[in-house]
């Protein structure tokens, strides 16, 4: 399928959530090829770089990016959660982001530029799955949790646990994701989103990390990672984590943490970064920032 025959595939826009997983369910049983869409920010690059080699009216592409489940952003007690629709732009304005996770509202206005921050999602960047997955990266360090609906189901699955290998994941092909949830980090936890490229914006990342942590009494009481662009999935650097965890934070040493992000990552030469600079980077991204908060 050329990306002119594109306009020949049926769209379906589902009323509703329900509406929208029978869809997905019935085409997907009836063997065509179907794709629930937001954005189509990473959908569009897939068709020129793979095009489907199939008749245009045997596949559907389903228009989710409306749907009132899938937008929004709440918080409830301790959690926040965000609607897998909902796009960077929404979240990089939103004033309870801003107020209690800084680090994703960073992240969300280093996405792309302006126009992939209007389009873009945190749906779309989860399913398609890149190691180098901005906010796919930042989720890892929230210990966020991906809600999956499916035609008769909802099931809850930690966004660590999301990936079964490069560009692959969990999901199965009659879910939906829905949102995304999270504690909130304390008043006062240490976040960070750092992501090097080679320039300020429409720039994929060499390598990238999303950090948090609280202390108490000087003691780590909670703590996560994402790393991106290290590895052919997002990691959550659980090396880093228990070696850190329950320690005080004049006691880390910073070989052992050295030691430990170098075990764990296994970056590759590519047409952005070197492996042996992303190994570099990581190291001294994950030392910066657990000496800061010393
Ligand atoms: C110029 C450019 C710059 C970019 N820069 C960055 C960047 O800096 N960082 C970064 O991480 N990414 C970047 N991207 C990639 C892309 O914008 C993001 O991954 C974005 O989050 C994708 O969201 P979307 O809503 O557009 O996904 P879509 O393109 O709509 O969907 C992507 C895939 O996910 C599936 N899908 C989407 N939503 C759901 C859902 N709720 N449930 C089930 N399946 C779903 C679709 O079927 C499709 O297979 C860039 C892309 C472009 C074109």
Same mark, same amino acid.
């Given at each position: 399928? $050329? ?5 020949? &595939?049926?769209? &379906?826009?589902?009323? @509703? ?59 409830? #007690?301790?959690?926040?959660? &965000? ?10 304005? @939103? ?22 921050? $209007?389009? #873009? ?5 989860? %399913? ?21 609906? #499916? ?68 003691? &780590? ?11 052919? %999935? %997002? ?34 030469? @590519? ?24």
């Amino acid at each position: 399928m $050329s990306l002119a025959q594109l306009g020949e &595939i049926d769209w &379906i826009r589902p009323r @509703d959530l329900r509406h929208a997983c029978e869809q997905l369910a019935r085409i997907h049983d009836e063997g065509k090829k179907v794709w629930a869409l937001c954005g189509c920010t990473d959908w569009m690059v897939e068709r020129h770089i793979a095009p489907v080699d199939q008749n245009p009216l045997d596949a559907v592409a389903l228009d989710i990016s409306n749907l009132p489940e899938l937008r929004g952003i709440r918080v409830d #007690g301790h959690v926040m959660t &965000i609607g897998a629709a909902q796009p960077y732009a929404a979240i990089r304005r @939103d004033p309870m982001v801003r107020e209690h996770c800084p680090m994703l509202a960073q992240m969300a206005s280093e996405v792309g530029a302006r126009q992939i921050q $209007s389009r #873009g999602t945190l749906g779309g960047n989860l %399913v398609t799955g890149s190691p180098a997955a901005d906010g796919v990266t930042a989720l890892f360090a929230l210990d966020a949790t991906v809600t999956l609906q #499916g035609p008769s189901h909802e099931r809850s699955v930690p966004v660590t646990s999301f990936y079964s290998g490069y560009r692959t994941t969990v999901r199965r092909p009659d879910e939906l994701v829905v949102r995304v949830s999270f504690e909130l980090p304390k008043p006062g936890a240490a976040q960070t989103w750092r992501k090097v490229g080679t320039r300020k914006a429409q720039s994929i990342s060499k390598a990238a990390l999303a950090a948090v942590a609280e202390t108490e009494e000087g003691v &780590i009481t909670r703590v996560g990672f994402g790393a991106a662009s290290v590895a052919e %999935v %997002v990691l959550p650097l659980a090396s880093v984590r228990s070696l850190v965890l329950g320690k005080n934070v004049h006691s880390l040493n910073m070989n052992d943490v050295e030691e430990a992000v170098d075990s764990e990552i296994r970056p590759i030469d @590519d047409v952005r970064s070197t492996g042996r600079y992303r190994r570099h980077l990581m190291k001294v991204l994950v030392k910066r920032f657990l000496q800061a908060l010393a």
